[in-house]
């Protein structure tokens, strides 16, 4: 079975422009959850998305959103990027039914804004 | 407010010497615990859970982890560290207070020396 795939896998940007990221889960995975990732702050919960639903939201501000598709792909936007928000941007799915199944994590989009 | 502590940022051991990262957490229901870990440049890995029965849990590449419910913790183990062990160890816990959100630990910086 493929992983989960993330593109691109690095960006760079300048502030006030925005950005799309992309997340294919794994095949029969109905959950995607995004995180972002800084050395400072560790791994922030984003929002996560279950059958085209978003079931769970992170404390983050409305420049962040994202959507899911009928395939179960998921894309996150970034809008007006701020310095801040350069970051590790992981991509998580699972089976999504049960909330102890594990999630199984993408590579990430390295995104630097300038 | 549902929370994960890694009181440690970084664990120094020698290849061969048992191992434990520590991992406490703080929820107002009934927990499922994880653990995951990060190699450079890479997503994240699931290595194990405990969702309920059996407190000690065994999981990839010979780790396991122990599950108080009186101290509230969740230690990861090895009993003879590898020196392809060193990298980012990540706690999780999922439990429901309106929603069953993730909620990352900071990490523990793994490092095994020969």
């Known amino acids: 079975k493929a992983g989960v795939t993330q593109t691109p896998r690095y960006l760079i940007k300048t502030r006030g422009q925005q950005v799309t990221l992309s997340c294919s889960p794994i095949s029969g995975h109905r959950s995607v959850s995004w995180y972002q990732q800084t050395p400072g702050q560790g791994l922030q919960f984003l929002f996560e998305y279950f059958s085209e639903t978003q079931r769970n939201k992170g404390n983050f501000p409305g420049r962040f959103s994202g959507r899911q598709f009928s395939n179960s792909r998921s894309e996150m936007n970034v809008s007006t990027l701020e310095l801040g928000d350069s970051a590790l941007y992981l991509c998580?799915?699972?089976?999504?039914?049960?909330?102890?199944?594990?999630?199984?994590f993408g590579p990430g989009t390295r995104l630097t804004v300038l | 407010a549902q929370s994960v502590a890694q009181p440690e940022d970084q664990v120094n051991v020698a290849e061969g010497n048992p191992l434990t990262v520590k991992c406490t957490y703080s929820?107002?229901?009934?927990?499922?615990l994880f653990w995951y870990v990060q190699y450079p440049n890479r997503g994240l890995q699931f290595l194990l859970k405990?969702?309920?029965?059996?407190?000690l849990v065994k999981g990839s590449y010979g780790f396991e982890a122990e599950f108080n419910k009186s101290q509230t913790s969740f230690h990861l183990k090895k009993p003879s560290a590898l020196v392809s062990d060193s990298a980012l160890y990540f706690c999780?816990?999922?439990?429901?207070?309106?929603?069953?959100?993730?909620?990352f630990g900071t990490g523990t910086r793994l490092k095994v020396l020969a």
């Open positions: 998580a799915s699972s089976g999504g039914g049960d909330p102890y199944n594990e999630q199984f």
């Open positions: 999780a816990v999922r439990a429901f207070s309106g929603t069953y959100k993730y909620i």
């Open positions: 929820v107002s229901g009934n927990p499922y």
């Open positions: 405990y969702i309920t029965g059996d407190n």
